[in-house]
């Protein structure tokens, strides 16, 4: 069956990666294992923001982020999908307010704009255009639970969600469950077993992974 695997990549990052030295991530490697028996897996889409650095954190995440794209994309048939990182302060409540003085703080809220959006484009653009037999998801986020139904129901297609669970502090969505055909949890071993060479080479040269990863 050919199989697109759409991945959700912040949610698949705090998820399975954030702290783990799996974040050297094989993407197209991934998605074969994660993949059903009788898939041939013909595209993955990668779903992402460049991250934009803020006051009091490590600035290093950037370039980080920029060395694992580029390392994405050397790899055929993945393609990465670029939303938006936007960063404002706000004010916002104390919990629990103070019994006196004030009671909210302002705060600098970074949020992740586009991918899901984007992500359920192209799933149902790639549907109606006949481009796959079968689907997989790769995300917990419930925003996608309805273009996933759609698959399902209407274009009358499998449609299988790989959980990105690993940290243990996130379960799977029942909403997301119930919108699919098949569903799985991402393992820790499918992560061990697709992990990028530490050295590739580019058109513009040979790079590595970030040390400490």
Not at 34 to 50: G, H, M, N, P
Request: aromatic share 10%; with cysteine.
């Amino acid at each position: 069956m050919r199989t697109i695997v759409y991945v959700d990549g912040f949610n698949l990052y705090f998820g399975c990666l954030k702290g783990t030295p799996y974040r050297w991530l094989d993407l197209w490697a991934f998605a074969n294992d994660i993949a059903t028996e009788r898939a041939e897996v013909v595209q993955v889409r990668y779903f992402t923001a460049r991250v934009t650095p803020l006051p009091g954190f490590k600035e290093s995440g950037p370039a980080h982020q920029a060395i694992y794209l580029r390392a994405v994309a050397t790899l055929p048939n993945v393609s990465t999908h670029l939303g938006e990182y936007r960063a404002s302060a706000r004010r916002m409540p104390l919990h629990p307010p103070p019994a006196t003085g004030d009671r909210s703080v302002t705060v600098l809220r970074s949020d992740e704009k586009g991918s899901d959006v984007n992500l359920a484009s192209y799933l149902l653009l790639d549907g109606f255009r006949g481009n796959y037999d079968q689907a997989i998801v790769v995300s917990n986020d419930t925003d996608l639970a309805t273009p996933i139904r759609m698959v399902r129901d209407e274009l009358k297609k499998p449609i299988g969600i790989v959980f990105p669970c690993t940290n243990g502090n996130r379960r799977p969505n029942n909403s997301m469950k119930k919108a699919a055909t098949f569903c799985r949890e991402v393992r820790e071993a499918a992560l061990k077993r697709s992990k990028f060479l530490n050295a590739l080479s580019d058109a513009k040269g040979t790079f590595s992974k970030p040390s400490h990863w």
